[in-house]
């Protein structure tokens, strides 16, 4: 199986703030990543698929990059209501396998 | 819009089969395109992708429980079901009914769009 790293686990930032999370896989995985992010107590939700597309209805701060092994979530003006668990999800091969997520708070 | 829901019992105990439900509303399993998933979470933890199903009844499991692990569908009610057997303390999770993948042209396109709000299962005596 693919595995995937996340960086950092866990980061407070202010409101306004640029926040960025990174995502390695362990093999390349072209741009086959997507970005989800889970409020507490709420179900994942879709943000970003193919590693830099916005799914349709979010927010334009939110954003993607990246290809091969790495890649970069970017929120690039932190919102209160952005506090949330993000995670990286590869499905380059199966089975598809997550990160283990960037928990962010505000300071 | 689609919209899923999952069902079943919140305690089982170990040794036996944890079975759920996800019903789908706003849509038909049966139409096609789309796959149709079970996701797990584990109390503070990540999370894994269990197995999905087409409405044909073709399906993939995750090869770490594929042993344990039935998925199946019942398009005249649109919904599908997962079974898991033998279970332990470890099987104990939030359970996630999910949409996806899908097919675009020869492409599968591998992500979960939407979700289910999730059901809590402790395994316990």
């Known amino acids: 199986d693919i595995q995937m790293t996340q960086s950092p686990s866990s980061l407070s930032a202010s409101v306004g703030d640029r926040v960025t999370i990174t995502c390695q896989a362990s093999?390349?995985?072209?741009?086959?990543l997507n970005w989800y992010q889970q409020k507490p107590g709420k179900a994942p939700k879709l943000l970003i698929y193919?590693?830099?597309n916005l799914e349709t209805g979010v927010p334009s701060r939110f954003s993607g990059s990246g290809s091969g092994t790495d890649f970069t979530f970017t929120i690039s003006s932190l919102q209160p209501e952005d506090i949330a668990t993000y995670y990286c999800?590869?499905?380059?091969?199966?089975?598809?396998?997550f990160g283990p997520g960037t928990k962010v708070d505000i300071k | 819009q689609v919209q899923l829901q999952e069902s079943g019992p919140g305690l089982v105990k170990p040794s036996q089969t944890l079975s759920l439900t996800c019903t789908v509303s706003g849509g038909s399993i049966s139409s096609g395109g789309y796959y149709w998933s079970w996701i797990r979470q584990h109390p503070g933890k990540g999370l894994e992708w269990i197995g999905y199903i087409y409405y044909s009844g073709s399906t993939y499991y995750n090869p770490s429980l594929k042993s344990r692990v039935t998925i199946s569908v019942d398009t005249s009610k649109n919904q599908f079901s997962l079974k898991l057997s033998s279970v332990t303390a470890a099987d104990t999770a939030v359970y996630y009914c999910?949409?996806?993948?899908?097919?675009?042209?020869?492409?599968?396109?591998?992500?979960?769009?939407?979700w289910g709000q999730g059901t809590l299962v402790t395994v316990s005596s």
């Open positions: 999800q590869q499905y380059d091969n199966l089975p598809p396998g």
């Open positions: 093999q390349d995985i072209s741009n086959y």
């Open positions: 193919d590693a830099s």
């Open positions: 999910a949409r996806g993948p899908f097919y675009y042209g020869s492409r599968m396109l591998n992500w979960f769009d939407p």
